[in-house]
């Protein structure tokens, strides 16, 4: 138990189009997802909190409407980047918060990540 | 002060031996702490989650949770040169949703 998936696994834009990017939980319902941010050599950066049905919470700095979250279903959250710009390129990164069989409500399962390149 | 605090390291141990990790942590009435193995270039894996003080152990790993002194520590044993990765150090809080991340310890094992 415990896959959480992400697609595309990389994508490469143009400066000033939007991405999309899919979260997954395979096998087990997440009600929390997390999004994460990691640029080379530095440590994970939360973004943002997802609750299944409502509005996401952003970490301080994020900018809410450049970062577009849905988590509209139990097994599915989207982090859209709007009007990317190079400075966006990064690895994106999902996490759940297990809650069915073979996992644990307090533990967050990874996807495995999405490398962003605006050119 | 940070609230999960590791070593950034590297850490070079060779083959065979036993690798140590270190975390402290601010925040007295944190109650889950997990360790998660990070290859570079790739998301966090979890190794190992504990809960209560004392030992886990779980093959070759083993965590180690002191909430009196707010450290907890990973040993791997027979350290081999897969398990070169960076090691981050995750502490949730009850009543909060997200994991605190340290900003992770890199390990080096040299065959």
């Known amino acids: 138990g415990a896959v959480v998936s992400q697609h595309p696994s990389r994508v490469i834009c143009k400066s000033g189009t939007s991405v999309k990017i899919e979260c997954r939980s395979l096998?087990?319902?997440?009600?929390?997802m997390f999004w994460y941010r990691q640029f080379p050599k530095q440590s994970l950066m939360l973004m943002a909190t997802?609750?299944?049905?409502?509005?996401?919470?952003?970490e301080q700095g994020v900018e809410k409407d450049k970062f577009l979250i849905n988590h509209a279903s139990l097994t599915l959250s989207t982090l859209t980047v709007t009007s990317a710009h190079p400075e966006d390129s990064s690895f994106y990164i999902c996490?759940?918060?297990?809650?069915?069989?073979?996992?644990?409500?307090?533990?967050?399962?990874f996807g495995p990540g999405t490398r962003l390149t605006v050119l | 002060q940070k609230e999960v605090e590791q070593n950034s390291g590297p850490l070079s141990v060779p083959e065979g031996a036993i690798a140590s990790l270190n975390c402290t942590y601010s925040?007295?009435?944190?109650?889950?702490f997990f360790w998660y193995r990070q290859y570079s270039g790739k998301s966090p894996e979890l190794i190992m989650s504990i809960y209560s003080n004392g030992d886990k152990e779980d093959g070759r790993f083993t965590a180690q949770l002191n909430k009196a002194s707010q450290y907890v520590s990973l040993l791997i044993r027979d350290s081999q040169p897969s398990d070169s990765a960076t090691y981050l150090c995750?502490?949730?809080?009850?009543?909060?949703?997200?994991?605190?991340f340290g900003t992770g310890t890199r390990l080096l094992v040299s065959p």
């Open positions: 997802s609750n299944e049905g409502s509005k996401a919470t952003y």
């Open positions: 096998d087990f319902q997440a009600t929390t």
């Open positions: 995750a502490v949730r809080t009850t009543g909060f949703q997200k994991l605190v």
């Open positions: 925040d007295r009435v944190s109650q889950s």
């Open positions: 996490s759940a918060r297990g809650g069915g069989e073979g996992t644990r409500t307090d533990t967050q399962y």
